[in-house]
């Protein structure tokens, strides 16, 4: 299980350690370029129905923190596919067996 720690904000967010590391590829490659967009999610079981979203912008500080000491074999297909979706209006949703809920 993956943290993503986001801005100031008081709960961070646990996204399976596979899911976060292609994120990590996407959302750095993006805040790089300069560019923002947003990161949502439906809530998990045992939170407050409903989802989330947050807008990615490089002045914003942000950190990702993994369970595994040792990077995964990351898969071009599923970074492609996020990195299409970050290029979307709707930004890029994490699949629901993605998030793990929030601390």
């Known amino acids: 299980m993956g943290?993503?720690?986001y801005g100031s904000s008081e709960h961070?967010?646990?996204i399976d350690d596979l899911a976060l590391a292609h994120l990590k590829v996407v959302i750095a490659t993006k805040l790089r370029r300069n560019e923002s967009f947003t990161l949502s999610w439906r809530h998990d079981v045992g939170q407050p129905k409903g989802r989330s979203t947050i807008w990615?912008?490089?002045s914003i500080p942000l950190r990702f923190e993994?369970?595994?000491?040792?990077?995964?074999e990351l898969d071009?297909?599923?970074i492609q596919e996020y990195a299409n979706s970050?290029?979307?209006s709707g930004g890029i949703l994490i699949p629901d067996e993605h998030i793990l809920g929030a601390v």
Not at 66 to 72: K, T, V
């Open 66 to 72: 993994f369970n595994e000491p040792n990077p995964p």
């Open 56 to 58: 990615l912008h490089p």
């Open 3 to 5: 943290i993503l720690y």
């Open 86 to 88: 970050a290029n979307t």
């Open 12 to 14: 961070a967010i646990e």
């Open 76 to 78: 071009p297909r599923r």
